[in-house]
């Protein structure tokens, strides 16, 4: 019996091995177009609101002084960033120059409340006595309006810089400290058992196990935290609060100037956008493991 030699069976092309070679590239190209479809979805929202924005004027169904026209607010988007006729923008101080004041003095309020709001949380999510009593007290600060306590910080530090940035403190400070003890509370017990079998003990557990693990939910609640004190820092800033955007939008007020009021507004929302990317970025590169959120 003669054996034929067969030649060997070459399997063929995986159907999904080509996409597989070229699979980023592809990926990238789809990522690109799917950024310029919600881009322009987005500058279309934009157009639509404008339009309509500029219809409600041209109807006339409020006065001008009470709703002025996009036009009108860009105008003043640009006097409130240039030196026009002698003036330096609105009170005296660009625009630019009010944000930077309220971006520093946020960045210091909400500074000094993680420095204070993550040892609290964390003192709050492990030791139960500690949570009895805290927690009751972090949870009446976040009920109260920034406006209930600046009266009482402007008769305790006067009207400088003081009652604003501890106004800012006190608005951020509770959602830091109870995000941090929710996410202490919330690491498994699988990684604290782990933890325990390799000898750890309990400041080992606390800052090489749980804090770590809670780290993604932290950084959340900084960036709400942040939110928080850029909505208080109208409030904050109604007292002596120029330059300020806050204090350039109240001096706007008292004489009507909507369409200050309206630009002041937009700069904040803006950078507030801004501002927010910033801090997703960060903790995109700070917990790479979370993903993109």
Known sequence: MTLVDT???????SATAAPAASGPPARRAWAGVAALRWTALRLLALAVLLAAWQAVVAAGVWPRVLVPSPGEVW???????????????????LLVEHLG????????????????????????????PLAVVLEPAVTFLRTLPPLAYLSLLVIWFGIDESPKIWLLLIAALPPIAAATAAAVRG????????????????????????L?????????GVRIAVGIAYTSVVAAETINGVPG???????????????????????IGLSGIALDALFRGAERIAVPWRGRA
């Open 187 to 210: 690491v498994p017990d699988d990684l604290v058992e782990a933890g325990r079998a390799l000898g750890a003990g309990r400041t080992a557990l606390l800052f090489a196990i749980r």
């Open 75 to 93: 105008g003043a988007f640009v006097r409130a960033s240039t030196v026009h006729d002698g003036v330096r923008g609105v009170s005296g101080h």
């Open 101 to 128: 004041v309220s971006l520093r003095r946020i960045a210091v309020g909400t500074g000094y409340a993680t420095l204070v709001g993550v040892p609290l949380g964390l003192l709050i999510g492990v030791v139960k």
């Open 7 to 13: 030649p060997d069976k070459v399997p063929a092309p």
């Open 212 to 220: 770590p693990a809670a780290l993604p939910e932290i950084l959340t």
């Open 245 to 267: 955007i806050g204090g350039m939008i109240r001096d706007a007020q008292r004489y009507n100037q909507t369409d200050v009021v309206i630009a002041g507004i937009i700069a």
